[in-house]
């Protein structure tokens, strides 16, 4: 650190005033890193956050048809008063979904997986992983 008793007393006034308008300065370009991370994060989200949302109504899965990458989870809610259930075979099997209910399934492999409702196999939908 810099021994300021050395510098006369004007001298000294000057070199603190540079000093507090370098740390403004350099607190200021900080913050402006921040922001510009901060906005990266947002439009690049990691792979673990990414998450596909399914509903189903009107015994319908919406959307019936989805392309995700590998790693992402799909979460399918219940929004019929009827139950549902979600399998695709020797894949996954949900438990009976009442309303309000959802399942989550995270697609670790690459393929097309088709699958139905349990309970009304007219119900389909395919899930696309790439
Ligand atoms: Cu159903």
Redesign the pocket.
């Known amino acids: 650190m810099i021994n300021l008793k050395k510098f006369n007393p004007d001298y000294r006034d000057k070199i603190l005033t540079i000093f507090i308008l370098t740390v403004i300065l350099i607190s200021g370009c900080v913050q402006q890193d921040r922001s510009q991370t901060n906005s990266n994060l947002i439009s690049t989200p990691s792979i673990s956050n990414l998450q596909t949302l399914i509903t189903i109504k009107n ?1 319908t899965f919406n959307p019936s048809s989805i392309t995700i990458k590998a790693g992402e989870t799909v979460t399918w809610t219940n929004k019929d008063s ?1 139950p ?2 979600i399998t695709a075979t020797g894949i996954f099997n949900s438990k009976i979904l009442n309303k309000g209910e959802s399942f989550n399934y995270t697609f670790n492999e690459i393929g097309i997986f088709n699958y139905t ?1 349990t ?2 196999p007219q ?1 389909k939908g395919t899930i696309i992983v790439n």
């Open positions: 015994f009827a549902h259930a409702c309970i009304h119900m």
